[in-house]
């Protein structure tokens, strides 16, 4: 009993300051569990993160965004219209509820990829109702159509990477590099979108469109 104890403080110590360790991902009913291996001292340590200790962060995420998210949508339904409100409400909530959620079936084992994945089968909904809309000329329709599938799917992933200081499993060497690896890709998809959207905003607003 002892021996186990000290195992596990000794794991622990590991994972969180992420020397010489290893995970690896499973599902198991409708939880997720990983395998840490440490490398070189032949120690095994399986964290569980099952689908009710993920639910019951919800909340606490949503609760710090849901005043920013009005504060976002409410002038997007009277600049852009409905769409383009519905569209940040769904990224936020996508980022906030459902990735907490859906974290063990989505593919790859980094949390912002995932967010990405998340993000681009959220947004491709919204492209499609931009890109199709008759009331725009062409070059609008792929451009509005641009602007969700370039900022939703960085909204998600920044939730995500945002959701790794309430996982069971991650380490902080793990997340310094997802940050210094996925926060620019997010901040290049984002600034990219919102410079598309204000072209679009800027065209409506002088008549263009």
Not at 16 to 42: C, D, M, P, Q, W
Not at 135 to 147: E, K, R, S
């Amino acid at each position: 009993m002892k021996r186990d104890l000290i195992k596990t403080g000794i794991i622990f110590i590991l994972i969180v300051y992420g020397i010489n360790s290893s995970a690896s991902e499973y599902r198991l009913g409708g939880g997720v569990v990983y395998n840490f291996k440490t490398k070189g001292i032949g120690l095994d340590a399986r964290v569980e993160f099952p689908l009710k200790d993920r639910l019951v962060l919800i909340p606490v995420e949503f609760v710090h965004i849901e005043l920013p998210m009005i504060v976002v949508a409410a002038p997007l339904w009277f600049l852009a219209g409905p769409v383009a409100a519905l569209a940040a409400v769904a990224g936020i909530i996508a980022g906030t509820v459902l990735f907490p959620a859906l974290l063990p079936y989505i593919p790859t084992q980094d949390l912002s990829t995932k967010g990405l994945i998340l993000g681009l089968i959220i947004a491709i909904p919204f492209a499609r109702a931009f890109a199709t809309n008759p009331a725009l000329p062409g070059w609008a329709n792929v451009a509005g159509a641009l602007t969700a599938l370039l900022i939703i799917p960085a909204v998600v992933a920044y939730f995500a990477l945002n959701f790794t200081g309430c996982t069971t499993y991650t380490s902080r060497t793990g997340v310094k590099k997802e940050i210094f690896r996925y926060v620019p890709v997010m901040a290049l998809m984002a600034g990219t979108g919102v410079i598309i959207g204000i072209i679009l905003g800027a065209s409506r607003f002088m008549g263009m469109i």
